[in-house]
């Protein structure tokens, strides 16, 4: 496969290549192809992951009853008599959170889009380098096998929650899934890494180095730049995150003590001192915070676009969007100890952690009221994609307050590690950013694969998901706050607890609702993607690069010369133009200011 | 049933998908493009944000209401200013919560497509953007502020009488140790934990009796070995373990042996451990009294989660942490409040530490000085002292320092 350039050669002949399949759909090195093999590798994952959390949430909802379906699915072993194990339930919370945060959120969701979006939207024929871009995919993939195979070794899963905290991750005497099921969950951690951070610096390369003629930085997409971000705080943090997980491998395995000491196990002493299991917990978070805005940019940039398209007004306040990525980005690298207040952590320590994790309020706060004023006065289209993200706005504001709470120490106390916990990350960072995906998928599903999805089953999906996913992660602010401590396999031990239990039912029936309504998209999807409608080149009348390539994928994207940039990404309804969108390759008028 | 279920979503999904084929089909008739949304669908997507946000928000405002109440009222003194700054941290929230979905959801009603309306081209406004950095950043800086005073107050340090209780968390319960009369808790080592010694507790008979233990298995194991030395009958994997396991016996006898002995306030801590009390599974502190916990865990990470008194602490092996509090309303007094005989104060773990975690729970009491002073009385002592056996057990000390010299020998 010949190796593109941004600058160069016209590359007319790209759609010749004769290919065979295994070079085109397996061992491809087109962006396209890759991003298409990321977004089915994450569906695939999404599926499994939004299965395991039904199946834990049918304990919850109904303690001790007997499902059928759960013996069918996890057999004699993990759930006898159809009633879900203890140390089952811990696997499948485990590794839900796994897969959905890095598998889907991440793997899934920057992988789909900074490898469609980059070179289209910022006029490159490929990434800087084909080959590095297949290798991630492929260490990506490598690592999602391992994880599902992980669920079916001897004594389960990881079960020591997705923060894999040690001491409980390092002993398999603790818990059966830290044996076999918490090595393969390391093994896999450090290929997910290896991927993210090849990955990443492709996506950093690229943009810094192959925009078109006239792509200034302060031109292009919003997408582009909060995947830039994006792919540098994973550069950033990744490499802690393998740091971190190597140093358990070594204390499971070659009987060092980085995370132990004074433990009495099993009916022994073991034979470690001196470490320290909270060293784990700021290396781990040093990576887990970014990464939550590593899930989350890219959510946020999708819905940018695609807010500004529909809206059909340019984004407001560009500048500031930027700024607020950027100042995000930053921030995002000194807050991890707010994970951490009641760990014994220096309280002083601690009121830093407060500062400045509240101070990411102030950017976040930026964006929020940006998008609204993107609407206003707006000329408002309801694609499915439109939905998502407003519905994102939507979950960024609401699960965003409630953050305010947490990263006050001193109320953090109370409900650190409860359902309140639960209810803010999932709504502000899972909704958020699956809406983000959703979005980007119905938005660039024309792009990806040359036809049209379904409208109508796209607003049925997200209707049913916007009030599913509020109605199984709203009410948990309450159980939460009446001190309901997560990854409890019941509630029914403590008496205190017993006036929420009403709500868990509840809360349970949304996400088996939630969870079946995702099958319309499942069908849509796949249906579309052989039998939708035939797009057109621009179906959303888009001023992004994106939409002036061939609706039929060809290598390099562009068939003769690259195009040249004129003007920013959002000029839609300038009053200088007659149509309500003014695409970037269009050139100044005379007299016309650039923005 | 399972065929049933199953069936049912197969049934499902090709009921869907040949819909989805007639009403492709029927566009195609019509000639519709996918791309251009009709009227009818956007003004409907339109409204339906204003019923959604009608649900929503009264959904919001009846949770409120009927769970909004979310734990009795504190019963410690700390938390009740933690509950104030948390009404403040709400109602703040909530306000916000209501203005911004309510503008998000209203003009997305409001500004939906019209035919022949051009969208106001409005790309930035340094006022407004002035206006939403500052705003935030200024009621910001009250949360802070407000915050940190409160945080800084929980987390100051424990008066001088403050009575201190260690909190002892394994797998899966919690064990209480009072420092008795001399108010010095005896030191402890993880080396010297047995069925008999729950906390490992130092003293100059346990490290002898412990000592006692290891060498006879050293030598139990050692004699395995040497006899298979001769007759080689055991397969030689297990004797690597063997082996291995004698390896790590030498180590624990000799970080036993390491153990040092260290005086505090003229007593060593070796006995100051004796006139301790350790309660299993229940706690009991006096009200109005403040209380300083120590917290301890043997095997993993677990958290010490009293939700009544708005506490918590994780509890970490190898490291000790603290939490100070002054319980304000007896449990007595709360049963009367709460109209509720059966009525207790709970500590429960809340950092995920295996199967039981979600059962990982202990009582806690909270009673009158009197009360508090009659209950620890009645606990048993660690080993009681023994006044009329005093020089058997200083000779036990000389005998124990004789197996450590003679031990240290090669």
């Not at chain 1, 499948?92 to 889907?104: D, Y």
């Not at chain 1, 899972?430 to 959703?438: D, K, N, P």
């Not at chain 2, 139990?220 to 790590?248: F, G, T």
């Not at chain 2, 057990?393 to 197996?403: I, L, P, R, V």
Request: aromatic share 14%.
């Amino acid at each position: 496969m010949i190796k593109m350039e941004s600058t160069g050669h016209a590359h007319d002949h790209g759609h010749h290549h004769k290919e065979s399949f295994i070079s085109k759909y397996i061992f491809s090195q087109d962006h396209k192809m890759i991003s298409k093999q990321f977004l089915v590798t994450a569906i695939f994952m999404g599926v499994i992951a939004v299965m395991l959390s039904i199946f834990f949430r049918l304990q919850l909802g109904w303690p001790g009853e007997k499902f059928d379906i759960l013996n069918a699915f996890l057999g004699d072993k993990w759930a006898p008599d159809g009633i879900l194990d203890k140390n089952a339930y811990l696997a499948l919370v485990t590794i839900h959170g796994t897969i959905m945060v890095f598998f889907v959120l991440t793997g899934g969701l920057s992988g789909t889009f900074a490898n469609l979006l980059i070179p289209l939207q910022i006029g490159a024929r490929d990434m800087a380098s084909g080959f590095l871009n297949m290798l991630s995919y492929w260490f990506f993939l490598i690592s999602s096998i391992i994880m599902v195979a992980s669920l079916f070794v001897e004594g389960g899963a990881a079960s020591g929650g997705w923060t894999i905290y040690p001491p409980l991750s390092v002993l398999p005497q603790a818990m059966p899934g830290s044996g076999m099921g918490m090595t393969l969950w390391l093994i896999s951690m450090v290929l997910f890494v290896a991927s993210s951070l090849i990955g990443g610096l492709n996506y950093v390369v690229t943009i810094i180095n192959l925009r078109t003629k006239g792509m200034k930085m302060t031109r292009m997409p919003l997408t582009i730049w909060a995947l830039l971000v994006t792919a540098i705080l994973g550069i950033l943090s990744f490499p802690v995150l393998v740091s971190a997980v190597v140093l358990l491998l070594m204390d499971r395995m070659a009987g060092t003590a980085f995370y132990l000491s004074d433990i009495y196990i099993g009916g022994e002493a073991l034979d470690v001192t001196g470490g320290s299991p909270i060293l784990f917990q700021h290396l781990f978070w040093f990576l887990g915070h970014p990464e939550v805005y590593i899930v989350l940019l890219p959510a946020l940039g999708i819905s940018s676009e695609i807010i500004s398209t529909n809206s059909r007004k340019p984004i407001f306040g560009y500048k500031a969007m930027i700024g607020s990525i950027l100042a995000i980005g930053f921030l995002s690298f000194i807050v991890w100890g707010h994970h951490m207040y009641v760990t014994g952590m220096n309280p002083f320590l601690g009121s830093v952690f407060v500062f400045t994790t509240l101070l990411i309020a102030i950017p976040s706060a930026v964006k929020a009221f940006n998008y609204i004023t993107t609407m206003w006065k707006g000329n408002i289209r309801f694609t499915p994609a439109m939905l998502f993200s407003v519905g994102l706005v939507s979950t960024f504001v609401t699960g965003g307050l409630t953050g305010i709470i947490l990263a006050d120490s001193a109320l953090d106390v109370n409900v650190h590690d409860t359902y309140f916990v639960v209810a803010h990350f999932h709504i502000v960072m899972g909704m958020s950013a699956i809406f983000g995906m959703l979005g980007g998928i119905y938005h660039w599903f024309p792009k990806m694969f040359g036809r049209m999805m379904n409208n109508k089953l796209g607003y049925a999906h997200f209707w049913l998901t916007l009030v599913c996913g509020f109605g199984v992660f709203f009410p948990m602010h309450f159980v939460g706050m009446a001190g309901s401590p997560r990854r409890y396999y019941a509630y029914s031990e403590f008496e205190f607890l017993d006036w929420v239990q009403d709500l868990n039912p509840v809360i349970s029936t949304f996400a088996i609702v939630g969870g079946a309504a995702q099958i319309l998209f499942l069908i849509n999807f796949f249906h579309s993607m052989f039998y939708g409608q035939k797009a057109s080149q621009n179906p959303w009348h888009s001023n992004t690069l994106e939409w002036t390539t061939p609706v039929q994928h060809i290598h390099g994207n562009w068939p003769g010369a690259l195009p040249e940039v004129h003007r920013w990404a959002y000029d839609y309804s300038n009053p200088d133009h007659e149509e309500d969108y003014v695409p970037q390759v269009v050139p100044l008028k005379p007299g016309e200011h650039a923005h | 049933m399972k065929l049933l279920i199953i069936l049912i979503v197969v049934l499902a999904i090709i009921a869907i998908a040949q819909l989805t084929k007639v009403y492709e089909m029927s566009r195609s008739l019509r000639k519709n493009k996918e791309e251009d949304i009709p009227a009818a669908d956007n003004k409907m997507n339109a409204s339906l944000w204003l019923v959604w946000m009608f649900v929503f928000f009264c959904a919001t405002i009846y949770l409120y209401i009927k769970y909004g109440n979310y734990l009795p009222e504190s019963a410690s003194e700390h938390g009740v200013a933690m509950d104030q700054l948390m009404l403040v941290n709400i109602a703040l929230i909530t306000v916000v919560f209501f203005i911004v979905n309510f503008f998000l959801f209203y003009f997305a009603w409001k500004y939906q497509y019209k035919k022949g309306n051009k969208a106001k081209f409005f790309a930035h406004d340094n006022r407004l953007e002035m206006l939403w950095t500052l705003v935030p950043g200024v009621t910001l800086a009250f949360i802070i502020v407000y915050g940190l005073i409160t945080w800084n107050a929980i987390t100051g340090p424990a008066s001088a009488d403050a009575i201190q209780i260690e909190v002892y968390s394994r797998q899966f319960d919690w064990t209480v140790r009072y420092s008795g009369d001399d108010k010095t808790f005896g030191a402890s080592s993880f080396n010297l934990i047995s069925s008999s010694n729950p906390l490992g507790l130092i003293s100059a008979e346990g490290i002898r009796e412990k000592l006692e233990e290891i060498e006879g298995d050293i030598e139990n194991l050692e004699s395995q070995i040497k006899a298979n030395e001769s007759d080689h009958l055991l397969p030689e994997s297990y004797v690597k373990s063997l082996e291995d396991r004698v390896y790590r016996l030498k180590r624990h006898k000799q970080r036993i042996m390491d153990l040092d002995e260290t005086e505090v306030n003229g007593l060593s801590t070796w006995e100051t451990g004796f006139d301790d009390k350790v309660v299993k599974g229940e706690m009991h502190i006096p009200v109005n009294k403040e209380v300083e916990f120590i917290f301890r865990s043997q095997d993993v990470i677990h958290s010490a989660y009293m939700p009544h008194f708005r506490a918590q602490m994780n509890t970490v092996p190898g490291t000790p942490t603290r939490f100070k509090m002054k319980p304000t309303i007896t449990t007595a007094e709360m049963r009367n409040k709460l109209g509720d005989s059966n009525f207790d104060y709970i500590l429960l773990c809340n950092k995920v530490c295996g199967a039981a975690h979600f059962n990982m729970q202990m009582k806690i009491v909270v009673e009158t000085e009197e009360e508090y002073n009659a209950w620890l009385a009645a606990q048993k002592e660690v080993k009681a002292p023994e006044t009329e056996e005093e020089g058997d057990s200083a000779g036990a000390e000389s005998e124990k320092k004789d197996t450590v010299t003679t031990a240290m020998k090669p």
